[in-house]
């Protein structure tokens, strides 16, 4: 597990990272790669189907598998299954200080920004908020193995209670169709957050998200929106104010300017330290400011 992770970012996103000590987390539904969170139901989907052609499996949980897939299939609209307000929303960041594909794919353009997080300060926030911070699963043929156990697992228990209100004489075993359905949203929402193609491997990609299960007891978190490029955006803010320093570094992408961009994010550390102490940590030399290594222009 990595000690620091880093966020890349514009400058109004630092501006507005250290301005108001938030991050905003970002529905998945709404990510920069719209595929991105249905990569979960795919892997879902192969589970399922792997249990259907599963000759050795009864009948019984076949046949219910297959029922379960077809509800899958036939819904009109994944993004029912995200519905929830306490799903699936994350932030992200990497592993990879200063890294090239990141400052391409989420630098923006104009000045941009990795900034350094001390990841045992943002676990922290699972106790205060119930987000989880993970690394990011590139594996699906695992992650396959692993889910399958689980929904064999929930399958077979809901064969075990008997009939149902929805049974018949004829079909004792029956099934309400809201039970397989929640069975599809507990197991993408246990992929979608934190399982990618492993083309993305590279990225070395950790994650902030909100975790279904802790947030349960909570009222439902108030989304905010902003504007997309071609439509309004969910999010949350999540306040980072009661943790210790979080913020360890910050590294100035590439600029035509790195002396000057570097010497005005100094002063604005400065600034915001004499105005409100306690976010990013001074080390023993001062702030923890650098600049991009990477030969790469885009100006």
Not at 12 to 22: A, E, K
Not at 171 to 185: E, K, V, Y
Request: with cysteine.
């Amino acid at each position: 597990m990595a000690e620091i992770i880093y966020h890349y970012t514009t400058a109004s996103g630092l501006l507005g990272i250290l301005d108001t000590r938030t991050i905003w987390c970002t529905h998945v539904s709404y990510l920069n790669d719209t595929l991105e969170y249905k990569h979960g139901v795919y892997v879902y989907q192969r589970t399922l189907q792997s249990i259907v052609d599963d000759d050795e499996l009864s009948s019984d949980v076949r046949s219910t598998a297959k029922t379960a897939l077809e509800v899958l299939v036939g819904h009109t609209s994944i993004d029912a299954l995200l519905d929830d307000p306490r799903r699936f929303y994350v932030a992200s960041f990497s592993a990879r200080d200063d890294d090239l594909s990141q400052w391409r794919a989420y630098g923006g353009s104009g000045p941009r920004f990795a900034i350094g997080f001390c990841a045992e300060e943002l676990r922290k926030l699972h106790r205060m908020s119930g987000m989880r911070l993970e690394p990011v699963r590139y594996d699906s043929n695992k992650e396959m193995v692993t889910l399958r156990a689980q929904v064999l697992s929930r399958l077979q228990d809901l064969l075990h209670r008997g009939p149902t209100q929805l049974g018949t004489e004829s079909d004792a075993r029956a099934i309400p169709l809201g039970h397989l359905f929640a069975l599809s949203q507990d197991s993408i929402a246990s992929l979608s957050p934190l399982v990618k193609h492993d083309a993305f491997v590279a990225e070395a990609e950790y994650r902030l998200f909100s975790s279904p299960n802790d947030l349960m007891s909570q009222p439902p978190p108030t989304p905010k929106f902003r504007s997309g490029k071609s439509y309004l955006i969910p999010y949350l803010a999540l306040d980072l104010s009661a943790l210790d320093r979080p913020v360890v570094s910050i590294t100035v992408g590439p600029t035509a300017h790195p002396a000057e961009a570097k010497a005005a994010v100094v002063r604005l550390l400065k600034f915001k330290a004499q105005c409100n102490p306690g976010f990013v940590r001074i080390h023993s030399h001062g702030y923890e400011v650098n600049s991009s290594a990477v030969p790469y222009r885009d100006w």
